[in-house]
């Protein structure tokens, strides 16, 4: 009997289709104890005999790997493959897949969520009403502003889709840029230098890789306007948080979406503090539409990963 370990507290928890086919193949399956993401220690002892694992943001690197002899499948629920060490994978034969395209609107909702909210201070106005403060806010619009997209992929053309009755002029900055997208939308593509120096409103849309770590630091926070919102509903570690704190309290730019950092919940408490930002729990992608999406997708990957023959992969 295989073992499948799955780590992901949402997996199946709307729907249990995904768990139920996975009985089906006669798996057995072991689930995440702990109700949080699981240290590098818990997933060395957890993932020791197993044979396929669905993986969320937990630790997967080489330290966990070494300790996985009879692992051949890895199921990305979700995208993002940072937190896997691909090499070390490869090199041992093991299979990764993802969940290409299941959350995709629903990152590509909450991304916008984060840019008029963080536009429009909604938390803030909302706090200062439930302190019977009917005081009246002013705050910035996004129609006819521009949008810069750091990465121009599948969620990033779900935004453009999305803030079409905005009237945004959008532009973006990609190391593989798709023309013909952008030719029949009407987005210019730019270097990132003119892309923060022109946006109103950012959104960042990249893998976490050693090209982009920190990415936007410092230098990228005084290229900004001063009423600039940025979003980031991606990874953490592409924004460099203590310049991004800097930022916030010195009033550089307008305010930040952040839904992704390096540690969760960010390790620094000085963001709980701030009005100027909105935190969401890395849950971009929590809709019960995108769960279901990505708990099937990531059963079906794990499956045809481990019953595919070796001779025809």
Sequence with gaps: MKKILITPRSFG???????????????????????RIMTQEEMSVAIRDVDGIVIGVDPL??????????????????????????AYAEQRGIIVTKTVGANTGAVADFAVTLMLATARRMVYIDQECRQRNWAKVSTIQMDNKTLGLIGLGSIAKAVVKKV?????????????????????????????????????FISIHLPLLDSTKNLISSKEFALMKQ???????????????????????????????????????????????????IIGSHCAASTFEAIDAMGMMAAENLINSLETPLTDR
């Design 13 to 35: 928890k709307n729907n249990n289709k995904p768990i139920e086919l996975l009985k089906e193949k006669g798996y057995e399956i072991i689930t995440n104890p702990y109700q």
């Design 61 to 86: 690197n080489g330290e966990v790997l070494k300790n996985a002899k009879q692992l051949k499948a890895i199921s990305k629920y979700g995208v993002g493959l940072d937190n896997i060490d691909l």
């Design 164 to 200: 079409s009755g905005f009237d945004m002029k959008i532009i973006a900055y990609d190391t593989s840029p798709d023309l013909e997208y952008a030719q029949k939308h009407n987005i210019t593509y730019v270097d990132l230098e003119t892309l923060l120096q022109e946006s109103d």
């Design 227 to 277: 009423t600039a919102v940025l979003v980031n509903t991606a990874r953490g570690g592409i924004i460099d948080e203590a310049a991004l704190l800097s930022a916030l309290k010195n009033r550089r730019i307008w305010g930040a979406g952040i839904d992704v950092f390096e540690a969760e919940p960010p390790s620094n408490d000085e963001f709980l503090k701030l009005d100027n930002i």
